[in-house]
């Protein structure tokens, strides 16, 4: 029999359940694709996991030099690296967990150890007995000194944030239980990280082009008849629609979705106002041109997309050729970049050979592109920043990599006679370099979206 509270508690929960799930039905409708369940896509990403481990990691390793990679995090203050190698039931560290990987040469499988009290999730398996050995970090110490590797990496790092994910005080703990003979072979796991960040399975890239049919469906219903009103609707009121549709469907938001319009008017719409001041709610006319920056995470991978939309005036039934061409113009300039990709090139490298073929074809073009993946602005080679347009030191000197994936974001300026002013064509889809050519994860917007009809 049901205890009174328990019984009490179901019967008040039960209402809201039919709701809730015709919130998430119908959203899923007029996107025209399912979302997974929280189930699903926990499943999912655990899979990921082994088989990274089993089949990405072993020649990351070997690539670097690494035979034995550590990572320490506390509870709360997670290393970015090691929240990617917890089980998706999970939320986060628990105390200070401790992962151990070792690779012992001779195409031998890697052994991947907690210095835990118990299992974390199927990779990493216990390794530590409390009752043997009441301190973990002597425990820590004792696994390292007996398999002598030749080189630890812990995630330090002076330019790279996400590989930098060891606090001060473990890392200084760590050094202080080794041996001194270990302490010398400990070195920094920067590229590491990095490339275990940047690659993508294959099995993940077929995932990834659902993930991006749900973001360009959020911002094709947002930029359409059913949410914009002209002469009502504010940009604000746009912008708080995408964060509540993303609510309803269970789906995280890494960033705050911005919306903003470009119309004949003074107003210039420079790098500055773009990125760091821009405006307030405007309310939407006929004659805008709309843009968006939006970007979601589900199943554990992220998505960055801006895309375009122009308000009908009364009596048009398609977008002035002047911003058809315009949009265009922007397009030509991704064409440029992605058909410069090759393995081994740095993102300052492909930043400048870009902007020379943008400029040589009389185009104006701003090129910001990064990596993408379990972060929104991931790890590994930055292709210039919107003030940096001479190359990004360190960052902008990474190497390109087969099997990563990237934000193409960029701009073109473009002189609009119609307007007597300058506008940017702002435009962001994710793609994914296999070393050989570049392909888009989902479609690209081919054309203007019209509201208004």
Request: glycine share 8%; with cysteine.
């Amino acid at each position: 029999m049901l205890r009174p509270l328990l019984l009490l508690t179901l019967l008040l929960a039960t209402p809201l359940l039919p709701h809730q799930l015709r919130t998430c039905v119908s959203a899923q409708e007029m996107m025209g694709t399912a979302i997974l369940t929280q189930r699903q896509q926990g499943e999912l990403r655990d899979a990921w996991l082994q088989q990274r481990v089993d089949t990405l990691l072993p020649a990351l390793m070997r690539r670097e030099g690494i035979d034995m990679w550590v990572l320490i995090s506390r509870e709360y203050n997670e290393d970015p690296v090691l929240k990617t190698m917890l089980p998706s039931n999970w939320m986060g560290a628990r105390r200070t967990t401790m992962l151990l990987i070792y690779d012992p040469g001779g195409g031998r499988p890697l052994e991947t150890l907690a210095c835990a009290r118990y299992d974390v999730g199927d990779v990493f398996k216990k390794a530590w007995d409390k009752d043997a050995q009441p301190d973990q970090w002597a425990q820590l110490a004792e696994l390292i000194h007996a398999r002598q590797p030749k080189r630890i990496a812990v995630n330090r790092s002076a330019d790279f944030g996400l590989a930098d994910g060891i606090s001060s005080y473990h890392y200084e703990r760590l050094l202080d239980v080794l041996e001194p003979t270990a302490r010398d072979r400990v070195v920094s796991g920067e590229r590491l990280a990095i490339g275990w960040l940047e690659s993508r399975l294959p099995a993940e890239m077929t995932v990834y082009r659902h993930i991006m049919r749900v973001a360009h469906g959020i911002i094709q219903e947002a930029f359409s008849d059913a949410v914009i009103v002209p002469g009502v609707t504010s940009t604000d009121d746009v912008v708080w629609w995408m964060r509540q549709r993303c609510a309803a469907l269970g789906l995280p938001v890494w960033f705050h979705p911005t919306v903003d319009v470009q119309r004949a008017d003074p107003e210039r719409f420079d790098h500055l106002r773009s990125f760091s001041s821009r405006p307030g709610a405007v309310i939407i006319q006929p004659g805008d041109l709309l843009h968006c920056d939006f970007g979601i995470t589900y199943c554990g991978l992220n998505t960055d997309t801006q895309h375009n939309a122009y308000v009908l005036r009364p009596g048009e039934t398609a977008a002035p050729d002047f911003l058809t061409a315009a949009h265009a113009s922007g397009m030509r300039v991704m064409d440029q970049l992605t058909a410069n990709f090759r393995n081994g090139r740095t993102g300052n490298e492909l930043l400048a050979k870009t902007l020379a073929d943008g400029q040589a074809a009389g185009l104006r073009p701003t090129i910001y592109t990064h990596p993408i993946g379990y972060h929104g602005h991931g790890a590994g080679p930055t292709i210039g920043l919107w003030d940096q347009q001479g190359g990004v030191p360190v960052r902008g000197d990474y190497p390109l990599h087969p099997g990563t994936a990237y934000s193409i974001e960029l701009n073109n300026a473009i002189f609009i006679s119609a307007w007597n002013k300058d506008i940017r064509m702002m435009l962001e889809e994710d793609g994914f370099w296999d070393g050989e050519r570049f392909r888009y994860i989902g479609p690209r917007q081919r054309e203007l979206y019209l509201i208004g009809r």
